[in-house]
């Protein structure tokens, strides 16, 4: 059949604003989550990560929120600058035999910040 | 300290070749995973290797295969590639995944014509 592609979730957000970027996990046994920034020719990198044991995590300018009971992460950039637009993708793990190496991405979010 | 290091970073090929990605991993780390990246389906796991042994694998198909050296290098190959093979190839490596996470390289763009 014909593939249809992705529509990636957009966020528009002015410099300075406080961004939220929502990610709705998959496996109610993923106990390992982690947040990747990815810029255009570039591979994803890392930004911030959290465990299940954990609801919430702080690093420089980024929280991430994690809530088991719903399945759902989000990621929080304080003072959103220019040089954060890219796209945003939640991944997730689960300890286990056939998790090695294997992160499961959302969709992504793109995030476009104006001056 | 150097990253991940995938070559080449563009490629071009025909319907029914063949190709040999590369990645060389950070320093000291032993797993590499691979991912297909489509406008399409998105980020999709191909396989993870640790200490040159495939331990899990992907849904595609036998035309997708790898393999890690005792350096830790990783080579995928495609072979009898078809025009949906057309993607950003991304290679990732860790020293210990779920302590600190996967770093991924820039990635091999293949266009497949």
């Known amino acids: 059949g014909e593939s249809v592609g992705l529509h990636l979730p957009t966020l528009s957000v002015q410099e300075g604003d406080n961004s939220i970027i929502n990610c709705a996990y998959s496996n109610s046994a993923s106990d390992y989550f982690i947040w990747y920034k990815q810029e255009s020719g570039k591979g994803p990198q890392f930004i911030i990560d959290?465990?299940?044991?954990?609801d919430k995590r702080q690093g420089q300018r980024v929280t991430v929120l994690l809530n088991k009971t719903v399945k759902h992460l989000s990621l929080q950039i304080a003072a959103t600058q220019p040089g954060d637009s890219a796209v945003y993708f939640c991944a997730e793990n689960f300890a286990g035999g056939t998790s090695y190496g294997k992160l499961t991405f959302g969709q992504g979010t793109i995030l476009t910040v104006h001056p | 300290k150097a990253g991940v290091t995938q070559t080449p970073r563009y490629l071009i090929k025909t319907r029914g070749q063949q190709v040999t990605l590369s990645c060389s991993p950070i320093?000291?780390?032993?797993?590499v995973s691979w991912y297909q990246q489509t406008p399409g389906q998105g980020l999709q796991f191909l396989f993870e290797y640790f200490s040159e042994t495939q331990r899990n694998k992907g849904n595609f198909p036998g035309r997708f295969s790898g393999r890690q050296f005792s350096n830790s290098r990783s080579e995928m190959n495609v072979s009898t590639l078809e025009l949906g093979d057309s993607a950003l190839y991304l290679c990732?490596?860790?020293?210990?995944?779920?302590?600190?996470?996967?770093?991924f390289g820039s990635g091999t763009r293949l266009t497949v014509v």
């Open positions: 320093s000291g780390h032993r797993s």
């Open positions: 959290i465990r299940s044991n954990m």
């Open positions: 990732a490596s860790s020293l210990s995944a779920r302590e600190h996470g996967y770093t």
